[in-house]
């Protein structure tokens, strides 16, 4: 028996924020809970995980423990200019400048990565 990734879960600030930049970067619907949160759904089921934004009312402190790597159909330039305009920012976690990825925090500083290319799979 395993396990497979069904959600990912940010607490959040400002969930109308943080639901407005996720939902417009990854495509997906936003179904806003009655206890605060929003929910933002994948255009298809298969399309990945949901992504739960759950009030805490506090802000972000230190670096993220986990993150989420994402990779475009696209240009990975012309989609981190998209990402940017949408509102995140280029964060500096210590990178050399080699990789392979450019680290982008979203409105609350929570960062992410987006890939040149998605990884290699054996």
């Known amino acids: ?3 497979r990734v069904a959600q990912y879960t940010v607490d959040v600030e400002d969930v109308d924020l943080m639901a407005a930049f996720w939902s417009a970067a990854l495509g997906y619907r936003v179904e806003q809970g009655g206890d605060g ?13 949901t992504v739960w934004l759950q009030g805490s009312g506090t802000a972000k402190r230190g670096k993220n423990r986990l993150h989420l ?3 475009s159909d696209g240009d990975a330039d012309s989609e981190v200019r998209r990402l940017v305009s949408l509102g995140a920012t280029r964060a500096d976690v210590g990178q050399t400048g080699d990789e ?3 680290v982008l925090a979203d409105p ?12 290699a799979r054996p």
């Open 100 to 102: 392979q990825f450019v």
């Open 37 to 49: 949160s929003a929910k933002l759904y994948p255009q298809t089921a298969d399309a990945g995980p």
């Open 69 to 71: 790597d994402l990779v």
């Open 1 to 3: 028996m395993v396990v």
């Open 108 to 119: 609350e500083g929570n960062e992410f990565c987006v890939l040149d290319h998605a990884p």
